[in-house]
């Protein structure tokens, strides 16, 4: 896809959207005033988002790296955010420059920087598709022409699930998405969760719906069945942080609410 695909009205600069807002949160440029204020609105509620963003993003740097170094070279990556180097094809590819990631997302303004998904190796295959995680089966079809599904992939879904409220089922969405998928293959998730703060999260809630996103924090109780019928990586469902820290690390902070995972289909 091309940005000539959706036209500039296509992007309502009205009203907040989460990808604008995550971007602002990580310092970008990509975000419009609307975004920037419920940005802060959100961050005068929970001053620490610009770190749990952070932590995010380096947990999917850990989480793609770790992967890569096991031999997986085919990655889904729904739910992408708008570019920010290093972005996930950078991370894998700098290990196997032959490994093939389809990316996707719901927001046109990432449709408009896709061509910086699309700058990999030589090498390697990296695409990018316009579509929303609550309508997956369109996602597969596309990935199918970039990646081989007799061979392991793995699903990335970072911060994206929750975005997906009970009505549209996010559990059926990733074990339908992971029953498509090849023995060997992975799956890696982080989700914001409501225990470490309660008393905010229908507030930030809210915010979101502004807009036209719903922000449904979800407890480890409510993280841990997304991952039924997996086997997980150690050290198994865990705040960010604490997922196979490195020194390189520059977010540390033990109360990111954030809970992440990494597991194998056998």
Same mark, same amino acid.
């Given at each position: 896809?091309? $940005?000539?695909?959706?036209? *500039?009205?296509?992007?309502?600069?009205?009203?907040? /959207?989460?990808?604008?807002?995550?971007?602002?949160?990580?310092?970008?440029?990509?975000?419009?005033?609307?975004?920037?204020?419920?940005?802060?609105?959100?961050?005068?509620?929970?001053?620490?988002?610009?770190?749990?963003?952070?932590?995010?993003?380096?947990?999917?740097?850990?989480?793609?790296?770790?992967?890569?170094?096991?031999?997986?070279?085919?990655?889904?990556?729904?739910?992408?955010?708008?570019?920010?180097?290093?972005?996930?094809?950078?991370?894998?590819?700098?290990?196997?420059?032959?490994?093939?990631?389809?990316?996707? $997302?719901?927001?046109?303004?990432?449709?408009?920087? *896709?061509?910086?998904?699309?700058?990999?190796?030589?090498?390697?295959?990296?695409?990018?598709?316009?579509?929303?995680?609550?309508?997956?089966?369109?996602?597969?079809?596309?990935?199918?022409? #970039?990646?081989?599904?007799?061979?392991?992939?793995?699903?990335?879904?970072?911060?994206?699930?929750?975005?997906?409220?009970?009505?549209?089922?996010?559990?059926?969405?990733?074990?339908?998405?992971?029953?498509?998928?090849?023995?060997?293959?992975?799956?890696?998730?982080?989700?914001?969760?409501?225990?470490?703060?309660?008393?905010?999260? $229908?507030?930030?809630?809210?915010? #979101?719906?502004?807009?036209?996103?719903?922000?449904? *924090?979800?407890?480890?109780?409510?993280?841990?069945?997304?991952?039924?019928?997996?086997?997980?990586?150690?050290?198994?469902?865990?705040?960010?942080? /604490?997922?196979?820290?490195?020194?390189?690390?520059?977010?540390?902070?033990?109360?990111?609410?954030?809970?992440?995972?990494?597991?194998?289909?056998?």
């Amino acid at each position: 896809m091309t $940005d000539s695909d959706f036209a *500039a009205d296509e992007i309502d600069t009205s009203t907040p /959207h989460s990808a604008r807002m995550y971007d602002y949160f990580l310092g970008g440029k990509d975000h419009y005033a609307a975004d920037r204020k419920a940005a802060e609105d959100i961050r005068r509620l929970f001053p620490q988002v610009s770190s749990a963003a952070w932590a995010n993003r380096e947990f999917m740097h850990r989480a793609s790296a770790f992967l890569a170094h096991k031999g997986i070279d085919q990655f889904l990556d729904i739910g992408t955010g708008i570019p920010t180097q290093p972005n996930l094809h950078q991370v894998v590819q700098g290990i196997s420059p032959t490994a093939r990631v389809v990316y996707a $997302d719901n927001d046109p303004i990432v449709l408009r920087h *896709a061509q910086a998904l699309l700058r990999g190796t030589p090498q390697g295959i990296t695409a990018y598709v316009h579509g929303d995680l609550r309508k997956f089966e369109d996602i597969l079809n596309f990935a199918r022409e #970039y990646l081989d599904f007799r061979r392991p992939v793995a699903l990335s879904i970072v911060s994206a699930l929750q975005f997906v409220s009970e009505p549209h089922n996010p559990y059926r969405i990733v074990s339908s998405i992971m029953s498509l998928l090849p023995p060997g293959s992975y799956l890696v998730l982080s989700h914001v969760t409501w225990e470490f703060e309660p008393e905010i999260w $229908d507030r930030i809630d809210a915010i #979101y719906r502004r807009g036209k996103d719903t922000m449904r *924090a979800r407890s480890r109780a409510e993280f841990v069945p997304f991952f039924d019928g997996l086997e997980l990586c150690a050290p198994g469902i865990t705040v960010a942080t /604490h997922w196979r820290p490195t020194p390189q690390m520059r977010i540390r902070d033990e109360r990111v609410p954030l809970y992440v995972g990494v597991a194998l289909k056998r």
